[in-house]
């Protein structure tokens, strides 16, 4: 497994790569690797003869009071972690000043997509996806990938970054990879790391809000309003939890639905703080047709 730092490095490698008719994957993440990050290399392995796995705590998806010196690294764990897997062929970790030419407050071309980012994590998270979309663009650059695998534990930044791929016309298909949990029902996180033991047990509530809320609906539930109450009664009841939000939107648009229209994909969304940690959760439903 080739270890990368450099961008230029990183495209001579794909480039090589791409010459020898290597059908290249792509797995993002921000490291501190755990089971939902191996799923999505396991995909990968299965759409691609080439993975590459990025590991970069990208510094402009993060807010001025958010946790971006706090978030887990450990570069030397997570390789030895994918050694131990296998199949993954390089680890591109660039470091902030090869990633971001002069820095990144010298970034001055963004992409944003401000209908879509408004709603669920974007609304309390000004700039964020602007972040995320940048950087994703910045590594298809780097790493050249024929298709890149992304988890729909964070499904606002998949839909955006499927939007990204279509309207920029990149030739690069994405890949969806499901939710993967603790067997309490907490989706791994690196940010789990940061809990408390008593904030993770307690953490068991955004999996049953959103799973819960998301049966209801497959099960006929119309009433937005006792839905919502659902998520809300059920991350109240733990203690430690601070709910930021809990809503239902449309599973295209993200819009939040005003009415569960049969035929329609819903998604029910969930952010919690417990402390300083935010956590996210979400389960997708299809409005049953009469
Ligand atoms: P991160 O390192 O948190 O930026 O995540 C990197 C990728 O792993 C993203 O595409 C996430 O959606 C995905 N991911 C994170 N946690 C999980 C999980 N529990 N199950 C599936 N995918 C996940």
């Known amino acids: 497994m080739e270890i990368i730092k450099t961008v230029t490095e990183m495209q001579a490698y794909a480039d090589q790569k791409r010459a020898e008719g290597r059908i290249l994957g792509l797995v993002p993440t921000m490291g501190g690797l755990h089971e939902g990050h191996l799923s999505l290399v396991k995909l990968a392995k299965e759409e691609a003869d080439h993975v590459t796995v990025t590991i970069f705590v990208n510094p402009t998806q993060f807010g001025p009071n958010e946790d971006y010196e706090t978030y887990p690294r450990g570069l030397e764990r997570d390789c030895r ?14 470091d902030e000043a090869s990633f971001y030419p002069g820095g990144a407050d010298q970034q001055r071309v963004w992409v944003v997509c401000p209908e879509m980012s408004k709603y669920l994590c974007g609304k309390d998270r000004p700039g964020h996806f602007r972040g995320v979309l940048t950087v994703v663009l910045k590594l298809f650059a780097a790493c ?15 839909i955006l970054l499927k939007r990204m791929i279509h309207d920029l016309s990149l030739n ?21 790391e940061n809990l408390s033991s008593n904030e993770r ?17 497959e099960l006929g539930e119309k009433s937005l309003e006792r839905l919502t109450a659902l998520m809300m009664n059920t991350i ?26 049969p035929g329609a ?19 997708i439903a299809d409005v049953p047709v009469e």
């Open 81 to 94: 972690l994918l050694e131990t897997i296998g199949g993954v062929s390089a680890v591109f970790a660039p």
């Open 144 to 158: 050249k990938p024929h298709v890149s695998v992304f988890g729909l534990k964070d499904i606002q930044q998949y």
């Open 172 to 192: 690069i298909r994405i890949v969806g990879g499901s939710i993967v949990r603790e067997p309490s029902g907490l989706a791994f996180s690196s940010r789990n």
């Open 201 to 217: 047990s307690q953490a068991q509530v955004l999996s049953k809000a959103v799973i819960a809320a998301a049966d209801m609906i």
């Open 236 to 261: 109240q009841s733990a203690s430690l939890a601070k709910l930021q939000y809990a809503e239902i939107v449309d599973a295209n648009t993200l819009h939040p639905v005003e009415k569960l229209i």
């Open 265 to 283: 994909r819903v998604i029910a969304a969930v952010a919690v703080y417990f402390g300083d940690v935010r956590l996210i959760d979400n389960a």
